[in-house]
């Protein structure tokens, strides 16, 4: 059973750019959320989603970043316009539909902005 | 003050020593604990996960809650130089979004 996958793990944009990152939870997994995590600081939610909703996105910037997880596919965190204070690492995690449970990490994406 | 405290050290141990790590809260809510190792440039790898107040131990690992103090805490006997990551703790409420709210994070070496 393969764990969470994220893809790019590593993205380069230089300013004003669009950055598109991909996460596909584990089998049987139906919800997805997405994590930042800037040099010395900890993990900082961003959004939780579950098939073609979001649930709960009170940790995403208010503008440029957004997240779907269609139907079919992976879930995408897109940000628009990228400024250097968007560099960081990008963690997705991905849980079964059943209370109660914890959440499992892919291995990130490390977005850097020049 | 922050819902989540965490020391982030670094802690610097020799190879054999028990080590203690540990996390304070203030949203008494929280119902749900976790620690995580995150090895350098790696995504987080859940350890252990508890609910319940008490002791829960898997192999060298033991993690302790305490609701009343609003304090957790990992112990790991017989520190590796393979358990040298940092390690985060992390929170969540049940009938609330899910999200995890976490520690900033502990860095652990263990010297051989």
């Known amino acids: 059973n393969a764990g969470v996958m994220q893809n790019p793990r590593h993205l380069v944009r230089r300013r004003g750019q669009e950055a598109r990152l991909r996460c596909s939870p584990m089998?049987?997994?139906?919800?997805v959320y997405w994590y930042r995590q800037l040099p010395e600081e900890g993990l900082k939610f961003m959004v939780y989603l579950q098939k073609e909703n979001i649930i709960d996105e009170s940790g995403m910037p208010k503008e440029r970043f957004s997240a779907e997880f269609p139907k079919e596919g992976p879930s995408i965190l897109r940000i628009q316009q990228v400024v250097r204070g968007d560099s960081a690492a990008y963690f997705c995690a991905s849980s079964p539909p059943v209370i109660g449970q914890t959440q499992y990490f892919g291995p990130g994406t490390r977005l850097l902005v020049l | 003050q922050k819902e989540v405290e965490q020391d982030p050290g670094p802690l610097s141990v020799p190879e054999g020593a028990i080590v203690s790590l540990n996390c304070t809260y203030s949203n008494s809510a929280f119902q749900y604990f976790m620690w995580y190792r995150q090895y350098s440039r790696k995504g987080p790898e859940l350890l252990m996960y508890?609910?319940?107040?008490g002791n829960k131990e898997d192999g060298r690992f033991t993690a302790q809650v305490d609701k009343s103090s609003k304090y957790i805490s990992l112990f790991i006997r017989d520190s590796q130089p393979s358990d040298s990551a940092t390690y985060l703790c992390?929170?969540?409420?049940?009938?609330?979004?899910?999200?995890?709210?976490f520690g900033k994070g502990t860095k652990l070496t263990v010297n051989p």
């Open positions: 992390a929170m969540w409420t049940q009938g609330g979004s899910e999200k995890l709210v």
């Open positions: 089998k049987g997994h139906s919800h």
């Open positions: 508890t609910y319940s107040s």
